[in-house]
């Protein structure tokens, strides 16, 4: 079956320092989605990607879905404060979204 | 549009007392999800709708837990009767079509003592 990896699980940084997380797939994704949880908070959506290579930005944070739309990531530049969190990636499954386990953020002032 | 709502935000019981929990999603949305989420195994789906007909059920624990949804403005989750280990933050969630961006709701935090 489908094998999708998020990692890594955990990550501190310090205010300033750049940030990525990755999801890995064994097979060929049709899209992908990234969420972020604060603590204490729900999901939100943050962004989906669909097509191969692609490359969208939200402010400090960059996402790619991979020319073989096998992996993806989420990279965050000059981290603050606000950007702790977990980090979901989700993908399409036959009807539904599968998420990933999820990479926690902290950040040191 | 006020998003998902979910009732009750916060819920503590004794183990063996039945637990509802409520969910009303976005208008519009024809696909309706409730979620646990648990620091050891991370956000499960339990249970999905489509136009209020359960789709997939395979997440459900065990059969002390059922879901419905009399139409499409509300769901519950039951747990009937509550155990310690059913302590978590359960989410409902709702989309406009299926794989599409899903909305959460703010959960409801289940503490059962």
């Known amino acids: 079956g489908q094998q999708v990896m998020q990692i890594p699980q955990y990550q501190h940084v310090q205010e300033g320092e750049d940030f990525t997380t990755y999801c890995n797939s064994s097979?060929?994704?049709?899209?992908i989605q990234w969420y972020k949880q604060r603590p204490g908070g729900h999901p939100v959506f943050l962004i989906q990607l669909v097509k191969s290579g692609e490359v969208k930005k939200q402010k400090r944070l960059t996402f790619q879905f991979g020319e073989a739309k096998k992996n993806s990531s989420l990279h965050i530049t000059a981290t603050q404060t606000t950007d702790v969190g977990t980090y979901f990636c989700a993908w399409g499954g036959s009807e539904k979204l599968v998420f990933g386990k999820g990479t926690k953020l902290t950040v040191n002032p | 549009d006020a998003g998902v709502i979910q009732s009750p935000r916060h819920e503590v019981t004794e183990m063996g007392q039945e637990v509802t929990l409520r969910c009303k999603p976005i208008s519009g949305h024809d696909y309706l999800f409730w979620y646990r989420q648990t620091m050891m195994r991370g956000l499960e789906l339990l249970i999905y709708?489509?136009?209020?007909?359960?789709?997939?059920d395979s997440g459900m624990p065990e059969d002390r837990f059922s879901a419905k949804m009399p139409n499409a403005s509300f769901s519950t989750l039951k747990i009937q009767p509550s155990e310690p280990r059913d302590s978590a933050v359960y989410f409902c969630?709702?989309?406009?079509?299926?794989?599409?961006?899903?909305?959460f709701g703010p959960g409801t935090r289940l503490l059962v003592l």
């Open positions: 097979t060929t994704l049709s899209n």
């Open positions: 709708f489509n136009n209020n007909v359960p789709i997939d």
């Open positions: 969630a709702s989309s406009f079509a299926a794989r599409e961006t899903q909305y």
